[in-house]
């Protein structure tokens, strides 16, 4: 199951990559809430795979997100040294960005799972927690590519 979700990342991410940009992500994030909300109004298996596909979306937008500051840096910064250092430079830049967003989906993740048992005491259908978790994941990225924007990009546009 991972390894098949894994899988559709990559080739949205890749489609992504070829077409320039998501037309989710040129929208925002009223256009994803939208979707969400449309999800939310589905029964809950259908809901949560819903869900589910908005969530490859914004993982795809949030892995194009991170490439920006690599393409502004590359065009950018580190005017003064060899091309050997800059490349270093934007190698070692690119590393701490993708560490930084491991670490981001690690948070995530745990959040939302703490977050799913901390709150609900009372025992539930397990589609419904698993959709509680899945909406949880979508509301955190949602806020992660806000965040991506204004620190790393619109800073230096």
Not at 43 to 69: F, G, N
Not at 87 to 111: F, G, M, N, V
Request: with cysteine; hydrophobic share 40%.
């Amino acid at each position: 199951m991972l390894q098949s979700s894994r899988f559709r990342l990559i080739v949205a991410m890749g489609l992504m990559l070829i077409s320039g940009a998501s037309a989710l992500a040129d929208q925002g994030r009223p256009v994803y809430e939208s979707k969400i909300d449309k999800c939310n109004m589905l029964a809950s298996t259908r809901a949560s795979k819903c869900i589910e596909e908005v969530q490859v979306a914004l993982d795809a937008d949030i892995a194009l997100l991170m490439q920006r500051p690599i393409d502004l840096l590359s065009s950018n910064s580190f005017a003064g040294l060899s091309e050997a250092k800059q490349k270093d430079a934007i190698q070692e830049a690119a590393d701490r960005l993708r560490l930084s967003d491991e670490a981001w989906r690690t948070y995530r993740d745990a959040h939302c799972v703490g977050a799913e048992r901390y709150y609900t005491h009372a025992p539930l259908h397990p589609a419904s927690v698993d959709h509680r978790i899945r909406l949880c994941k979508a509301m955190k990225s949602l806020d992660r590519i806000d965040e991506m924007k204004r620190s790393y990009i619109e800073p230096f546009e």
